[in-house]
């Protein structure tokens, strides 16, 4: 048995176990708090509502500046004889005319979501109807390119008539629409959400991919930037060229293809990037020298893959550059923008059938150039030409960009909302109030800029604010410190405390027992 | 010192000396190995560091250097005296003095006035400990900057046990400065100076300030060479958060690669706290054997610093031959002796299985180092109760205050 502890040991004792005692409370304690608490830093949620109120408001889309396109509606005979020109435009008018049908249209897009956008009638003059049996020389219309030749799908009255006068002229705005492109999978505005499949989820990535790609020269002395029209020189040999692909595939026919396209290096092209949605020179993707040598190596026998997309996940594209040429003799200023992936053919696999995406290529470009046409009763034909607008494209990859950054922004609050144990780090709260003040601009340029196209300045801060939401969604700071149930925390702490904690326990409890047994001797 | 020592010390530098021109390899072979140095002393790092100090660009830039800026000094010093590659004359000379320095402080130490002069291993005994343990020959070959360390921690524990305390707080600041974990040993530091006189406040308070003016004097030289203080985060801050994840002797290295970033500071802190919890408990309780306590400390910072490596082992091997009069006592040596050996073995073979054979894993090379920890934790523990055990017992001279264990 041992002897008894001196007085001194046992202080001695108190001693050791209260310092332990005083490290583990001041200074293990607090550490422990410290470096456990979950620091969420509040977020404007109720902010990220309003957004969306405001999207809701929509946004003018400007199309009919410029002159006037004159329309010939051809119907039928039997609709003709109680409808005068005047009284269906008269009604067309009225359809056009009301507010409501100009300043908020619907927009629906591929996955699903609807676009709530404001557009606007081009300036469509109806410049005569005419029978279906009125030979076209009697009617006297003109015959420019600037007419357009309507065949109403509907027989009736000439409001049926005057109804869809004007979901044709509606519908030619929406150069989204299936109808016009045959599959909206091959349409797309740059980071737009509206498709881009063929980059994003493409799985081969070894494929080729026949892109298209728009080039389209601007003259600066149109101030609103709408599209030349395409002269009929140039369209008719470019026509020329898809026909022969259509028939035959053949290497001599296909470098005669390629060959008939022109880069003009004078003028200055500026390129709309995908990601970020910025203006960029074209010549430092694709200089002239490289597309000339890209298409002299191409090798029909085996697919090489020429790279002209800087994104390395992407399947490589090759970009077939149409280019179209000014309308006006001044050329060296004009500014011009590509619109990417216009259409386009993915060709997968170790021996793709070139014959079939040639076609289907062919195809996509025929459908873009001239979607409709028709014949008229003296045999004679007539097609329709795209007038693609630049700044409606702008506009609506703006309003894209804002939606997605509503959509993000929600889906931040939602899940903040639902896991209360997640860390929102301050860095979060700095982009989410950087995405918001971005947001704001680019609505004031939205509604104020209407025609000012040239810089895309509602573009770019939209832009920048999906970026800053996307960022803000995917902190890593955030994502490290997920969610961590309450049972692995105690299943951490038990086994890297417990044992230290025993100790401590069992020395202080003795250090209460003595203390309190020597009060008891002191008090007898 | 008798001729045995001066032999004992003659036999080390020969040794030094052969093993560094015989096999001039050796060392750039023993400073990879990660159980002999680490980021923190690896002497390739210094060079590395001590090359951009020379060209005007701050050593702590690219993370590469972790070291104190007063090796950078001392090398720069030494540099112009001739080439300082690891097996160039100057470094040679350097390190053979700073094993030789040691093996004479410790051999100052056993012959203290205040130790007691019974059942004390001979003067030459404890010289060959530390010369020819080869633990800390491996650590002196592959150069690492420990071996710098340890000589001023011991000159500290010689100076303060000779009363000559501003020189023992000057060394003990000078290896505080170099590593960290020498901090710890202030407490009883504290007990040591003030032995002489009454342990008052006012005492302890002027050790105290003195070592911590003698420390900021220091860091001010480190501000003042590199130009801000940005060392201060990548020399202590690299060690106490652990920042270099680098796999070593310790037990942190596998915790913070497999744990969530969630819990990743909690464990940093809470690791660090398991060195610092031990030094105030043992110093009260081993306030009357303030030596013993300085091992003691030595010993548990070995085994839960974030770098160990392995002449921390051996220079708290040689630290515990001083107390030839608690090996009696001791009931686990043998054990203890084998289960470090045999992870000493088996550690540099399963790194090389892990890492360069790719036939092992990660779990290899940490089982070994559990293995070592587990040796550490006997030794530390048995030499401990083996103190208290003495003292419980009054000890072999009746008189306890004549002995100082």
Not at chain 1, 177 to 204: K, V
Not at chain 2, 88 to 117: E, R, W
Not at chain 2, 129 to 153: C, E, G, H, K, Q
Request: charged share 15%; net charge neutral; hydrophobic share 45%.
């Amino acid at each position: 048995m041992l002897p008894p502890e001196s007085a001194e040991a046992i202080v001695l004792r108190r001693k050791v176990v209260l310092s332990f005692w005083a490290v583990f409370l001041f200074l293990g304690l607090p550490l422990w708090f410290q470096t456990t608490t979950i620091h969420r830093t509040p977020l404007p949620l109720s902010v990220f509502q309003s957004l969306d109120d405001e999207l809701k408001g929509g946004f003018g889309i400007r199309s009919d500046d410029g002159p006037g396109i004159r329309v010939a509606v051809v119907v039928k005979e039997s609709c003709l004889s109680d409808t005068t020109t005047d009284e269906i435009s008269e009604q067309v008018e009225l359809l056009v005319g009301t507010e409501e049908n100009r300043s908020v249209f619907s927009l629906q897009l591929s996955d699903g979501r609807e676009c709530r956008t404001g557009c606007a009638i081009p300036k469509y003059s109806l410049d005569c109807i005419i029978s279906d049996r009125t030979p076209l020389q009697k009617a006297k219309i003109s015959e420019s390119d600037e007419i357009r030749v309507y065949i109403p799908s509907q027989v009736g009255s000439k409001a049926v008539i005057a109804k869809g006068l004007y979901d044709a002229f509606v519908g030619d705005i929406l150069f989204f629409n299936n109808h016009h492109l045959g599959s909206i999978d091959h349409a797309a505005l740059p980071d737009t959400g509206i498709a881009s499949t063929m980059y994003r989820g493409a799985p081969y990535a070894d494929a080729v991919h026949l892109s298209f790609t728009l080039l389209i020269s601007l003259d600066t002395s149109v101030s609103h930037g709408e599209v030349e029209v395409l002269s009929p020189e140039f369209q008719s040999e470019w026509r020329g060229h898809v026909e022969e692909l259509w028939n035959t595939l053949q290497s001599g026919e296909l470098s005669r293809y390629l060959s008939s396209i022109t880069f003009d290096t004078d003028i200055g092209f500026q390129y709309m990037t995908d990601s970020t949605q910025e203006w960029a020179r074209l010549e430092e993707i694709v200089s002239p020298d490289k597309l000339s040598s890209l298409l002299d190596t191409w090798d029909l026998q085996s697919i090489t893959l020429l790279t002209t997309n800087s994104k390395s996940s992407a399947p490589k594209v090759l970009q077939f550059v149409y280019f179209l040429p000014p309308h006006s003799a001044n050329t060296k200023s004009s500014l011009s923008f590509t619109v990417a992936n216009w259409g386009g053919v993915v060709m997968a696999g170790d021996h793709p059938d070139l014959h079939a995406a040639m076609r289907m290529f062919a195809r996509q470009i025929d459908k873009l150039l001239s979607p409709v046409s028709f014949s008229l009763a003296d045999g004679s034909s007539k097609s329709r030409k795209l007038l693609p607008h630049r700044h409606e494209f702008a506009r609506i990859a703006t309003i894209m960009n804002l939606r997605g950054v509503v959509e993000t922004l929600s889906a931040l609050s939602r899940l903040v909302s639902s896991l209360p144990e997640m860390a929102v780090p301050l860095t979060v709260r700095d982009l989410v109030d950087g995405a918001i003040k971005e947001w704001h601009l680019a609505v004031t340029y939205l509604h104020a800029d209407i025609d000012g196209v040239a810089d895309n300045l509602a573009l770019r801060h939209a832009a920048t604010a999906a970026r800053f939401a996307r960022l803000a969604v995917f902190d890593k700071n955030m994502m490290l410190n997920m969610f961590v149930p309450f049972e692995h925390k105690i299943a951490v702490y038990l086994p890297l405390l417990g044992p230290v904690f025993v100790p401590l326990v069992a020395g202080l409890r003795r250090v209460i027992i003595e203390s309190r047994k020597k009060k008891k001797e002191k008090e007898q | 010192m008798d001729w045995r020592t001066c032999a004992a010390i003659v036999a080390a530098v020969i040794l030094r000396q052969v093993l560094s021109f015989l096999f001039p390899s050796l060392h750039s072979i023993l400073g990879q190995h990660v159980e002999v140095t680490t980021t923190m002393t690896s002497f390739k790092q210094m060079k590395e560091g001590l090359h951009l100090y020379e060209i005007g660009l701050s050593p702590y830039d690219g993370g590469v250097y972790h070291q104190a800026p007063i090796f950078l000094l001392l090398f720069k010093v030494a540099g112009k005296f001739g080439p300082t590659s690891p097996d160039s004359f100057i470094t040679n000379v350097l390190y053979t003095f700073a094993d030789i320095i040691t093996a004479y402080f410790l051999c100052a130490i056993s012959k203290s006035p205040k130790l007691a002069k019974t059942n004390q291993l001979p003067d030459w005994v404890v010289a060959a400990i530390y010369l020819f343990n080869p633990l800390v020959v491996a650590t002196n070959i592959s150069r690492s900057t420990a071996v710098l360390s340890n000589a001023a921690m011991v000159g500290s524990i010689a100076y303060a046990c000779y009363n000559k305390n501003i020189l023992s707080v000057i060394f003990l600041a000078v290896a505080s400065h170099a590593n960290f974990y020498t901090i710890y040993l202030v407490p009883p530091f504290l007990l040591l100076w003030t032995s002489t006189t009454n342990t008052s406040t006012a005492s302890v308070t002027k050790y105290l300030f003195l070592y911590i003016m003698a420390s900021g004097g220091l860091a001010s030289i480190g501000y003042f060479m590199t130009g801000s203080w940005q060392y201060l985060s990548a020399t202590y801050g690299s060690l106490l958060f652990f920042k270099d994840l680098v796999p070593n002797m310790g037990l942190w290295w596998y915790f913070f690669m497999e744990m969530f970033a969630f819990f990743r500071p909690l464990f940093t802190y809470i690791f660090q706290l398991y060195s610092l919890i031990y030094v105030l408990p043992i110093t009260f309780r081993l306030h009357n054997y303030p030596l013993m306590a300085i091992t003691c400390i030595v010993g548990i910072t070995t085994i839960s610093k974030s770098y160990p490596e392995i002449g921390d082992l051996g220079m708290y091997i040689s630290l515990l031959s001083l107390f030839r009069f608690i090996f009696p006592n001791v009931r686990y040596a043998l054990l203890a002796a084998l289960v470090i050996l045999h992870s000493l073995v088996l550690a540099p073979n399963f790194y090389h299985l892990w890492i360069y054979l790719g036939s092992g894993n990660a779990n290899f090379i940490y089982a070994i180092t559990l293995v070592y920890a587990i040796g550490m934790t006997l030794i530390v523990t048995d030499t401990l109760r083996a103190a208290l055990r003495i003292e419980f017992d009054g000890g072999e001279d009746p008189s306890k205050s004549v002995i100082q264990i």
